[in-house]
């Protein structure tokens, strides 16, 4: 039997819009291994909204926006200036995907749209960091109250499992150390600096030429997307309620050639990692330029390359890398979700 499944998408950019390609070209699929049918019934984006009960045409919203052009320019269905938060609360679903920006002041648009969606008893997927890192407690206990579920396996490093392992699959187990190579752009960087002996600047620069760094790269360099995704770990995987206040973050600015040539005469190289450590019974957190053997497991990693390694008590070192060279895998980890949340795993 085949489940419909009305869901409304917040955001239509990188990752909403390459979400809406994939479930274009594999929505039979998904059909026909977990009876599952999406079925697009709201969008916003910063021109406004589409909604139709029976189902926007996907690919037309994709085109759209390929197009450079609002959702709301979208025929019959389009709502020119109506906020997101207005398409929520007007639109009966079952789940919110918020690929809204990620805002870290105050978390919105992503935030009311999240609590709007729990409250209506809907299950909320986000790529969206910024709600997680400000108010997860709030959202996790809601989500819980309305008997619902709020997935973000695509905020910690796109496609890479991090949470997923840590939540799920070391079940039982003890963590007591996580490394993680969360950030793409700056390992982008310092492999090149690295391989190529470029500066810093050049290495910036291609990053930005590359499309993988923003014109103010100061998120990604400075260390602080590194920083959210490890409050999103310590939260969910550590159940340690933890705020970016708790974390030391260092970024990649000052490192230079003699640095990355210093590490190097000794068979190191320098990664910006990410690290929970348990000390007592208390937990330390950090963000900072480390220098790591070539064969440690975030040592071997590539240019377009992020990783995570759990130290657990009884389960060994696990380790998980993954090769991501655009935002099609977040796009994937959140349909990942979708499907999981309505499946229950
Ligand atoms: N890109 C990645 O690889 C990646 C990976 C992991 C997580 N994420 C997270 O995923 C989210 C989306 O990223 P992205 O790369 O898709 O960003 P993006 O390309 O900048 O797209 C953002 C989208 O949000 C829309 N938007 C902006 N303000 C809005 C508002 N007030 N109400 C409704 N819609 C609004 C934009 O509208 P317009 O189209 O009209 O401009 C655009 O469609 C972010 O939170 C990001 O941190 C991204």
Known sequence: M????????VGLGNIGRNLLDILVHRGEAVVRDYGLRFLLVGAADSSGAAIAADGLDMARVRDLKLA?????????????????????????????????????????????????????HQHVVMA???????????????????????????TVAGGLPTVNIGVRDLAGSGVERVEGVFNGTTNYILTRMDEEGLSYEEALRGAQEAGIAEADPTLDVDGWDA?????????????????????HVEGIRNLTQADLRRAREQGKVIRLLAVAEKKGEEWAFSVQPTSLDRNHPLGRIGMWDMGVVYYTDYMGVISAVIEEKGPVPTSAAVLRDMINVCLGV
């Open 2 to 9: 085949v489940r419909e499944v009305r869901f409304t998408c």
């Open 68 to 120: 450079r052009q609002g959702v709301a320019a979208y025929e019959g269905a389009g709502r020119p200036g109506m906020s997101a938060l207005e398409m929520v609360l007007n639109t009966p679903a079952d789940l919110l995907v918020d690929a809204a920006p990620t805002n870290l002041q105050n978390g919105e648009p992503g935030l009311s749209l999240v609590r709007a969606a729990l409250k209506a």
């Open 128 to 154: 969206d960091k910024g709600p997680l890192v400000l108010a997860f407690g709030e959202l996790t206990a809601l989500a819980k109250a309305q008997g619902v579920r709020l997935a973000y396996s695509g």
């Open 227 to 247: 920083a959210n995704k490890l409050v999103i770990v310590a939260n969910s995987v550590l159940r340690r309620p933890t705020t970016l206040a708790d974390v």
